[in-house]
C-alpha cells in the first residue's frame, strides 16, 4: 500500500475504504487493513465523537463489500485467506457496533456443506467452519468482556456448552474452553452483572464441562459479583491439601486457579473474621504455589531477566498477600 494513502487511512478509515470499493480497488489485503485501522480508530475515540463513528457502522460496511449474505453466514467469510489477527479484530468491532445478531447467526446457524459434497471435501469443510466457529466465539467472549458485559458473554458461553457435541458444536474442548474464559473473567475489571440468573445458570454447569467440577464450582462461587462465599472453594481445598507437594504436576490453568482460589477465599475469609482458615488458606498458597505468589524465582529465569523484571502477575500476587498480613 501506498504511504501516500496512509494519512487518509488513519484520519477517516470508513471514508478511505468507501472510497476503495467505489473505484473497484478493494480486496482481502486492504479489508484487513481497513479493518485493523477501523478498531484503532474506535478505540482512539472518546465521548459523543466515538459514538457519533460507531453510528456509522464500519465493519457492516466491509460485511456488505463480502457479500449480501455475509451477515448469515459464514461462507463468505472463509472462503478467503486472512491473517491471523483479522477475525479478532473484525469480532471486536462487530461487538462495538452492537452486531452480535451476526455473530451468533455465524455462530448457531448450521453451515454444513451441501449434500452434493462428499468425501474428505466434506469432512475438510466441515472442520474448517468448526475452526472459524471455535475462533470467532473466543473472540466474540474476549470482546465482551473487555466490554464489561458480563451477562452476554455469560449467555454465549452457555449455549455453546450445550452445543459441545454433534457435527455443530463450537467446542473441541469444552473444559479448556469455560476454564480459560472463567481465569480470563477473574481478572478483568469493571464487569457488569445485571441478571444473577445468568452466572447461576453457569454455575450449575459447571459438571457438564468440568474435569474437576469442585474446584470451578468453588471458585466461581468465590468470585460470584453478587454471593461471593467461600465454603465450597475451602472445602475444596482441605480436600485436595495432603496432596499439595505434588501440585508442582498440575497444568497450567489449574495451578492458576488454585491461586486465584487461594487468594480469594483469603479475602473472604479476613472480611469474615475468620483469621484462622485465612492463614491456612494462605499458608497452603505459600507452600504450593510460591512462583505464582512471587516468592521464589527460577534459577534459569533469574539469568535471563532482572528482579524487577519478575512477570506482572507474579508481583501483583505478592502485593496481594503483603496486603493481607498473613504471616
Known sequence: ?????????????????????????????????????????????????????????????ALAWLGPSADKSLGPLIERPWPPDFVNAFVT??????????????????????????????????????????????????????SGRLDASLSILCRALTLSSGEDRLLQNPHASAAGFILTMIETPRLELDEPSSYESFLNMVPQWSREPLLWWGLLSAHHPHNPTAGDGLKYLKSVARTADSWQSLTRSKRRAQVELCLALARLLLAEDNVKDATWVMDLARSGFPEELGLTIDQKVTEERRPSQVDEKEMANLRELEALCLG
Open 93 to 146: 468491532a462487530l461487538v462495538i457496533e452492537h452486531r452480535q445478531d451476526v455473530l451468533q447467526r455465524w455462530l448457531f446457524t448450521a453451515t454444513s456443506p451441501p449434500p452434493t459434497v462428499d468425501g474428505n471435501n466434506r469432512d475438510s469443510a466441515v472442520t474448517l467452519s468448526r475452526i472459524w466457529k471455535s475462533r470467532i466465539l473466543k473472540a466474540y467472549l474476549l470482546a465482551e468482556l473487555s
Open 1 to 61: 500500500m501506498s504511504t501516500s494513502l496512509l494519512p487518509d487511512l488513519l484520519k477517516d478509515p470508513i471514508e478511505w475504504f468507501e472510497e476503495r470499493v467505489a473505484s473497484g480497488y478493494a480486496s482481502t489485503q486492504s479489508l484487513t487493513i481497513y479493518i485493523q485501522s477501523l478498531l484503532h480508530k474506535y478505540n482512539s475515540l472518546g465521548g459523543s465523537e466515538r459514538d457519533g463513528y460507531i453510528r456509522r457502522r464500519g465493519a457492516s460496511k
